[in-house]
């Protein structure tokens, strides 16, 4: 069993940078764990995110449910990190995150995934809260 989770945060990357990373920590599997696929930064939206990584071998996943609802966006870009905790967990609670939960569970036991949203900060963000939840016992390297 992998005993490691992967994340990763694009804001102040480029498209070419966050695949280097990717390629250099030996990901197999990028999982896109953005509420809404869509990025107004060049070469993060999904069609063209998905094409980048694959091209360079690596697989690609968009698991909407566990992304964060909007009221957990906006406190994240005001630093409430209470609000987005609160809203994070009960978006951990609906049966499609619980569904998509085990899916990613799952495909971590024989791969190894890296967590994608825009935020730079894992400790700020829901990647961590994520991780926390699914992957109690891995620890959590930030790329």
Same mark, same amino acid.
């Given at each position: 069993?992998?005993?490691? $989770?992967?994340?990763?945060?694009? !804001?102040?990357?480029?498209?070419?940078? +966050?695949? %280097? @990373?990717?390629?250099? *920590? #030996? =990901?197999?599997?990028?999982?896109?764990?953005?509420? $809404?696929?869509?990025?107004?930064? !060049?070469?993060?939206?999904?069609?063209? +995110?998905? %094409? @980048?990584?694959?091209? *360079? #071998? =690596?697989?690609?996943?968009?698991?909407?449910?566990?992304?964060?609802?909007?009221?957990?966006?906006?406190?994240?870009?005001?630093?409430?990190?209470?609000?987005?905790?609160?809203?994070?967990?009960?978006?951990?609670?609906?049966?499609?995150?619980?569904?998509?939960?085990?899916?990613?569970?799952?495909?971590?036991?024989?791969?190894?995934?890296?967590?994608?949203?825009?935020?730079?900060?894992?400790?700020?963000?829901?990647?961590?809260?994520?991780?926390?939840?699914?992957?109690?016992?891995?620890?959590?390297?930030?790329?």
């Amino acid at each position: 069993m992998i005993c490691k $989770i992967h994340t990763i945060g694009y !804001a102040s990357r480029t498209q070419d940078e +966050l695949v %280097s @990373a990717l390629r250099h *920590a #030996g =990901i197999t599997m990028l999982v896109d764990v953005r509420a $809404i696929a869509n990025s107004r930064r !060049a070469g993060f939206s999904k069609t063209s +995110l998905r %094409s @980048a990584v694959e091209e *360079a #071998g =690596i697989a690609y996943l968009h698991l909407r449910q566990l992304g964060t609802p909007k009221e957990g966006r906006d406190a994240a870009r005001r630093g409430d990190q209470e609000t987005l905790e609160r809203v994070y967990s009960g978006q951990l609670e609906l049966p499609e995150a619980l569904a998509q939960m085990a899916e990613l569970q799952s495909l971590a036991e024989d791969q190894t995934v890296c967590l994608l949203c825009y935020c730079e900060e894992a400790d700020h963000c829901h990647r961590r809260l994520l991780v926390d939840a699914v992957f109690p016992d891995r620890k959590r390297v930030d790329l």
